[in-house]
């Protein structure tokens, strides 16, 4: 089983539309959340952290599920700018912290 | 602008090249990393350096050799490369290495595009 896997995709919705991903990870050592963000030929960016409780940015939200070893965003009226791939990311202490990238999933918002 | 410049941005080498990728972070960090993003796979950890000393190697071939002079510079020297090692190499940093928080944040290099013929 893959340490971080993510929602295949591609995603193509509408603008405005609300789209979810969903991340599950298999370590439940592990000890902090994010979601980057990739565009196509760049490097990924870091979108928001994930906190225990849950947290929301503008038109973003991140979960946090530790019993279900799971971590989704939501993006709320989807901008044509939000088309790139978005990648969840895990850490564990495996005798210094050690980032695990999930896959990534393809979002194209479409006009 | 992320504060973590690489060079080159592309690179196209024979397998009997040598050549080095070279990366430098503005921001102050103690920990450099290197990662491969092959077409279609997950970022792959490959070296990871904390104030200047290689502190994982995650079962990288010898064909690729990284260096660390000082904590804002990070190398990674690559001889005889295969054509399979054609990928985006980033270059990351972030505050510290070990701490186990939301504030260990990677900040990453645009990368370089790397294909080898």
């Known amino acids: 089983r893959k340490e971080v896997e993510q929602d295949p995709g591609p995603f193509n919705v509408p603008e405005g539309a609300t789209v979810a991903f969903n991340c599950t990870y298999s370590?439940?050592?592990?000890?902090?959340f994010f979601w980057y963000r990739q565009d196509c030929r760049k490097e990924p960016k870091l979108l928001m952290s994930?906190?225990?409780s849950g947290n929301e940015d503008g038109r973003f939200t991140a979960q946090l599920n530790r019993a279900s070893q799971y971590i989704s965003l939501l993006i709320r009226d989807s901008k044509l700018s939000d088309s790139a791939t978005y990648l969840c990311?895990?850490?564990?202490?495996?005798?210094?912290?050690?980032?695990?990238f999930g896959p990534g999933t393809r979002l194209s918002v479409l006009p | 602008e992320t504060g973590v410049t690489q060079t080159p941005r592309h690179l196209v080498m024979g397998m009997t090249n040598k050549k080095s990728l070279k990366c430098e972070q503005h921001?102050?960090?103690?920990?450099m990393y290197w990662y491969k993003q092959s077409a279609k796979k997950p970022l792959e950890l490959m070296f990871v350096?904390?104030?200047?000393?290689?502190?994982e190697n995650n079962s990288v071939p010898s064909r690729f050799s990284p260096e660390c002079p000082n904590s804002s510079h990070l190398f990674l020297h690559l001889h005889t490369l295969q054509p399979e090692d054609s990928a985006l190499y980033l270059c990351?940093?972030?505050?510290?290495f070990g701490q186990g928080s939301l504030k260990e944040k990677l900040f990453f290099g645009s990368g370089t595009q790397l294909s080898v013929l």
């Open positions: 990351a940093s972030s505050q510290d």
């Open positions: 370590n439940s050592a592990s000890q902090s």
């Open positions: 994930v906190y225990s």
């Open positions: 990311v895990v850490t564990y202490d495996n005798y210094g912290q050690n980032f695990v």
């Open positions: 921001l102050g960090h103690n920990a």
């Open positions: 350096y904390s104030l200047e000393e290689r502190v």
